[in-house]
């Protein structure tokens, strides 16, 4: 990132006691971000698309994606992403619990920047968080 800026980051989760790990990661890095939340897959589409109440939604710089959600797949959001002009060098780091080596082979196939397997253990998911801020805090990111 590279910027005084704050990195503007779309967590696509739909569960809760994840999306307050991540939060509390988040606003314990030296790095600030402005965080945006998306509980399901139709809210993530609407929010990059800037459809309905998103209509003056930012455009993430960094999208952590779940693969697990509601109404649209994680896989499929992944996918309409990468398809888009507009949005496909955005880096979507997918967070899940499956392990399924299909799923991650499909994610990497749509253009993830990274799949990650979710902790067990809150303390070092709230690690892996930070260090994955750390890698973006000095990443260079297209904004365009």
Known sequence: MLSQEKMKVLVVEDNEDDIAIIRRAMRKSEMKCDLSFARDGAEAIDFLWQKGEYEDAPRP?????DLNLPKIDGLDVLAKIK????????PVIVLTISQHEQDMIRAYDSGAASYMNK??????FERLIQTVQDYWKIARIPTK
């Open 61 to 65: 710089d960094l999208i952590l994606l």
């Open 119 to 124: 902790p067990v253990d809150s303390k070092d």
């Open 83 to 90: 398809e888009d002009d507009k949005l496909r060098r955005i």
